[in-house]
């Protein structure tokens, strides 16, 4: 399919990095998504009956840990609900494109977000945060 | 729980469709596969999909077993879930009914996002000189549009479903105690 120039209307970037910017957005949102999941997870398996103690799988989120997890969780449904009112309101307009600066600042909060969580689940076992941190 | 997973995911779906509504015309058509993809898959158990450019792909690669292991334990963890909560018995109801109240907020939805883009489609296809550009992203909505028909049809299929085993849990429970089915 050919490829549209992208309107600058607010930077002077080229296509090729307008490219790189919307990728590293498209990281960043696809991360949200993953790290949110992980946390429903978690708290899932924390409330389980299944997962007392008698059964070999024991995660042990302590008060704090399981607070901060809530937390980051409202969190990431208050970004994404005020990114959205970011971008444009109901009326919009689809020919007003999202410009670099907007996408950037979508990307950081995303990126602020990702790491904070990143950063909590390390803290939750020896075993899953040896795995998580290698990842990153 | 159930309610914040489900609010999360609704709002994610309405942000990227905010998002690819201004930007899918400037995607590159990797990117617009990309970006649909992930529209259409944020709903589901997972989210992240293959890796995007060549070098991330390259290193993802190395870390490839430390990810599937660590997805296994996930896994587990969560079909050990799904499986305690879809038994049959208490909290069954609750569960059942919960996910036929997902399904249906998924489906208005989508029905809304169908209709948004029918409106695009009208507003490009009014002009009488069409540019290749206008045409490229006419195709590209129709090509949503048609996504989202698809999906709809596979949640209302999925809704089906719980519905019939619902009513059967129902029949089932009547036959036992002797009383008529709700």
């Known amino acids: 399919m050919k490829q549209k120039q992208a309107p600058f209307s607010l930077d002077s970037a080229d296509e090729e990095n307008y490219r790189k910017i919307l990728t590293e957005w498209l990281q960043a949102i696809e991360q949200l998504g993953h790290g949110y999941q992980q946390v429903d997870l978690l708290l899932a398996v924390r409330y389980s009956p299944i997962f007392s103690s008698s059964q070999p799988v024991r995660l042990q989120l302590s008060p704090q840990i399981e607070s901060d997890l809530k937390q980051l969780q409202r969190e990431a449904c208050v970004l994404l609900d005020e990114l959205s009112a970011h971008i444009q309101g109901p009326d919009y307009s689809p020919t007003v494109p999202l410009t670099i600066g907007q996408l950037r600042q979508h990307t950081a909060l995303l990126n602020d977000w990702n790491q904070r969580i990143q950063a909590t689940l390390c803290l939750i076992t020896p075993s899953y945060s040896a795995n998580r941190c290698d990842l990153n | ?182």
Not at chain 2, 26 to 48: E, G, P, W, Y
Not at chain 2, 58 to 84: C, F, G, M, P, Y
Not at chain 2, 107 to 124: P, S, V
Not at chain 2, 143 to 160: M, N, P, S
Request: charged fraction near 25%; proline fraction near 3%; hydrophobic fraction near 35%.
């Open chain 2, 1 to 182: 729980m159930e309610k914040t997973t489900n609010t999360f995911e609704t709002l994610l779906d309405k942000y990227l469709f905010r998002v690819a509504s201004a930007v899918i015309d400037q995607f590159d058509s990797a990117h617009q596969d990309k970006l649909i993809h992930l529209m259409l898959t944020c709903n589901k158990s997972r989210i992240v999909s293959p890796p995007l450019t060549a070098e991330f792909e390259h290193q993802q690669t190395t870390k490839h077993a430390k990810k599937i292991r660590n997805q296994s334990v996930e896994d587990s963890l969560r079909a050990q879930w799904q499986s305690a909560v879809s038994l049959p018995g208490r909290g069954y109801v609750a569960y059942q009914q919960r996910q036929l109240v997902i399904y249906q907020t998924h489906i208005d939805l989508m029905l809304h996002y169908i209709a948004h883009l029918g409106k695009l489609l009208e507003q490009a296809t009014g002009k009488e000189e069409a540019q290749p550009s206008e045409l490229i992203r006419l195709i590209q909505y129709q090509t949503l549009q048609d996504r989202y028909i698809v999906k709809v049809a596979k949640l209302r299929a999925e809704q089906q479903k719980v519905d019939v085993q619902l009513n059967l849990y129902y029949e089932s429970i009547a036959l036992e105690t002797g009383t008529s089915p709700i």
